[in-house]
């Protein structure tokens, strides 16, 4: 089992920025990879971000140039730096980790609200 635990998100104005945080504890050695999703309202959950534990980074297109995903060297954690924030950014934003034996764990989710 592993637990995942977000915080950062709020509300920001356009062109604002937020940092997500999310901190895993449990089972930590069977993630692989860990990432973000986001879902808004009415709307199906994408990928934002992933990176995996070599370090390798994949970004949605609509967030390409803007959004950052880290991972600290514990590999515990992981993070979402969001700078130029949209009113499309708007969404509910969630932790996900996975791994080949474990599969996919699921934080609780944290609101982003971008005003314009």
């Known amino acids: 089992q592993v637990q995942l635990v977000e915080s950062g998100g709020g509300l920001v104005q356009a062109g604002g920025s937020l940092r997500l945080s999310c901190a895993a504890s449990?089972?930590?050695?069977?993630?692989?990879?860990m990432g973000w999703y986001r879902q808004a309202p009415g709307k199906q959950r994408e990928l934002v971000a992933t990176?995996?534990?070599?370090?390798?980074?994949n970004y949605a297109d609509s967030v390409k140039g803007r959004f950052t995903i880290s991972r600290d060297s514990a590999k515990i954690s992981v993070y979402l730096q969001m700078n130029t924030l949209k009113p499309e950014d708007t969404a509910v934003y969630y932790c996900?980790?996975?791994?080949?034996?474990?599969?996919?764990?699921w934080g609780q989710g944290t609101q982003v609200t971008v005003s314009s």
């Open positions: 449990g089972s930590i050695f069977s993630i692989n990879t």
């Open positions: 990176i995996s534990s070599g370090g390798r980074t």
């Open positions: 996900n980790t996975h791994g080949p034996i474990s599969g996919d764990y």
